[in-house]
């Protein structure tokens, strides 16, 4: 908010510098951002926080610089006015007294020009460009007081009449940057007899736009439900001074201030006179309820002793009403124990330009900050200390996210919110978590899975013109079950780096499962694989992960329509993978891990490579050997799937390498090859698979 110093200085006596204002103020919560020169005076410009619409005005600055400074506010007074004659009569009805609750007009006979060269200097150092002196005059007392107004050409009102209403289906109205925009029944509008001439709370319409012609005038200035002028102001892509205001709360008692001063200026520059009196409209008049502030919650919360001269002094300067409460006033223990000294406190109602003022914490904030809250006393902290305590589910979030990390990913951090259509291929035949109120449909339940957020990552990064992407994320599933804690994982690009020898591979299902291997490992858990069937990755090209028995999650290529729907780039394929963290925990092992010496004996390697059916899964011919081995037998890897030439159709080359070891003693050949012959039986009864 930018306001001239001299300008401060007609309501509140302050002789200091700007800098040292600006220093006082920065610390009573009213931060300036800068200053100007301007002339002979100087413009400030303050920070002003969204829950402080009253400091938007001239008066709100100066009210706290007279209580910071302990000086009295004058604040200027308005004009009284002789009843309206019916040749000045206007009417006003308000139909939507849900969007207004209230609405202020007057009508003036008026010379239009350009205002006298101060108001366009004051006006021009706070930012608004001078246009008309009936223009210039709503924008004074918009700086000044922080009320918006309008001027409308009382002749181009049809039938005398202003009706403050919803805009009808499909209605219109060119606003006064000349643009055509098209409403819809949120929007409030005001209008005459017959069409809409203002968008209420935001921009005035071009039709009754004041002009150089303009012999009749009505001043407006009302009071619109912020959230309405904010939902419309964010509609139409349409932001203004007077609707910036308005979205954050006004003084619902301010319309007839801000009138009164408008006729005043009006007569005070010679641009024309008031024809009657000010007709206000105001159907349900409020009134604060009054906030009970303790005597001992004030050092309570703030930490420091504030005399009971000052607490009152504060308030009374900000524009609070204080009346002194009675301990039998007061429910809490704290203040009851103070009875005997006959005062608990104070009885205060805030003024109606303090919307922010709702409950006691806030009226003691206010003393805090004037009294100051550098008379803080210095004190050393408290220190408690707690046992650290053990969360296993910390630990394995960290190893997964550690090893995650190591591989190459990085972590991504997506919405919990969704959009249904996004939801769909992942429910899982449940339905989803739908919001009561959503922002938007790009909110509107929330997620089943991680991967909807990850594949959109995805695109995101591969419109954007990264080849090689790889993300992961750990966080929360909802579904009418619950909640559950989850890890997954995107891939898609090249998966090893360029290199000089032109060597170039992209990822496959393979590199997909040794990921998931490694997060395994790092959990202390052993998987087994299936055929896995779901709608969003393809059949043949993805799997299940199950430990003892459990399904945890799944893996696989991304189905090409789910991704085309999230914009991939065409032909991109997009390798996923999600499992249960939770599950995952319950698995591992609840006994102290223990080390163990390293093999001091060699191993034996042999290879068996067989024909089985392809719809034969190799995790049954991995359980099948292991079924039949013997216990020295440590691992069992598959290196090799063929189908093609030589291999009758229906069929599947599968080729396994096999590592034998003891722990105690070099196995001989004989004793190894009698372990190969029990497998190879075993493959050959149970699966009817054929050696090569």
């Known amino acids: 908010m930018k306001v001239l110093l001299s300008w401060i200085r007609e309501f509140v006596d302050v002789p200091e510098s700007a800098e040292d204002i600006g220093t006082l103020m920065s610390v009573r919560g009213l931060a300036l951002e800068g200053l100007e020169p301007h002339g002979d005076d100087i413009v400030m410009d303050f920070d002003v926080t969204a829950n402080r619409p009253d400091c938007l005005s001239v008066i709100g600055i100066a009210r706290e610089i007279a209580t910071a400074y ?142 150089t012609g303009t012999k009749r005038i009505v001043f407006e200035a009302a009071y619109f439900k912020p959230s309405s002028v904010r939902a419309t102001s964010k509609a139409l892509g349409l932001k203004t001074d007077a609707s910036t205001r308005f979205e954050r709360g006004m003084d619902v008692t301010a319309p007839a201030r801000a009138m009164a001063r408008a006729c005043q200026l009006l007569e005070q520059i010679g641009a024309g006179q008031a024809a009657g009196t000010i007709h206000d409209v105001y159907p349900a008049p409020q009134s604060a309820a009054p906030i009970v502030l303790e005597r001992t919650r004030v050092p309570g919360l703030l930490g420091m002793d504030v005399p009971d001269a000052n607490v009152e002094r504060i308030l009374r300067s900000l524009g609070f009403d204080v009346q002194s409460a009675s301990a039998e006033a007061s429910t809490s223990a704290e203040a009851s124990a103070d009875r005997s000294a006959g005062h608990a406190g104070w009885n205060i109602t805030a003024p109606a330009w303090r919307v922010d003022i709702k409950r006691q914490v806030d009226l003691i904030e206010e003393v805090g900050r004037h009294h100051g809250f550098e008379h803080l006393p210095s004190t050393f902290p408290g220190v408690q200390q707690a046992p650290a305590s053990s969360d296993p589910r910390i630990a394995r979030d960290r190893r997964v996210r550690t090893a995650l990390l190591g591989m190459g990913y990085s972590e991504a951090i997506t919405f919990a919110f969704i959009e249904a259509a996004a939801a769909e291929p992942f429910l899982g035949g449940d339905a989803p978590v739908a ?165 001091r004996y060699p191993w034996v390697v042999r290879d068996v490579s067989i024909l089985v059916d392809d719809a034969l899964s190799a995790e049954a011919v991995r359980g099948t050997i292991r079924s039949a081995a013997p216990s020295t037998l440590i691992e069992v890897r598959e290196f090799d799937r063929y189908q093609g030439k030589g291999v009758p159709d229906g069929k599947v080359s599968l080729s396994f390498r096999l590592t034998f070891q003891s722990p105690e003693r070099t196995l001989n050949d004989e004793e190894v090859q009698v372990g190969m012959q029990h497998i190879i039986d075993a493959l050959t009864r149970d699966l009817q698979a054929i050696q090569r």
């Not at 606003?175 to 509008?189: A, C, E, I, N, Y």
């Not at 069409?195 to 002009?211: D, F, K, L």
């Open 70 to 211: 302990n000086r009295p506010l004058n604040v200027p007074e308005g004009r009284d006015f002789s009843p309206a004659g019916s040749d000045h009569a206007i009417a006003i009805t308000i139909e939507a007294p849900e969007l207004c609750g209230r609405y202020a007009g007057a009508v003036a006979d008026v010379k239009v020009g350009p205002s006298p060269e101060w108001m366009q200097s004051r006006l021009t150092a706070c930012g608004i460009r001078p246009i008309s002196n009936i223009v210039d005059i709503t924008n004074y007392v918009l700086l000044e007081l922080g009320q918006p107004m309008h001027a409308f050409d009382l002749h181009q009102l049809g039938g005398r009449a202003i009706v403050v209403r919803r805009a009808k289906p499909g209605e219109s109205i060119k606003t006064l940057d000349g643009k055509l925009r098209t409403l819809t029944p949120d929007m409030l509008v005001i209008a005459d007899a017959s069409r809409a001439q203002a968008i209420g709370g935001v921009m005035g319409g071009a039709h009754s736009e004041v002009t």
């Open 435 to 599: 919001l009561a109120n959503p922002l938007s449909e790009k909110f509107a339940v929330m997620r089943p899975s991680l991967l909807p957020g990850l594949i959109d990552a995805v695109s995101h990064n591969r419109r954007h013109g990264r080849r090689d992407v790889q993300l992961f994320e750990i966080g929360t599933r909802f579904s009418p079950r619950g909640e559950t804690r989850g890890a997954g994982f995107a891939w898609t690009g090249l998966a090893t780096a360029d290199h000089w020898s032109g060597a170039r591979r992209e990822i496959d299902f393979f590199d997909v499962k040794g990921v998931v291997e490694q997060l395994a490992a790092v959990s202390l858990v052993s998987l087994t694989f299936g055929e896995a069937d779901v709608p969003y990755l393809v059949k043949g090209r993805a799997a299940t992960m199950t430990v003892n028995g459990q399904h945890i999650g799944v893996f696989g290529l991304l189905d090409s329509a789910v991704g085309d729907r999230r914009d991939l780039p065409s032909g991109d394929e997009v390798y996923v993978a999600e499992f249960n963290l939770d599950a995952l925990i319950a698995a591992a092992p609840a006994d102290t891990l223990r080390a163990t010496s390293l093999p």
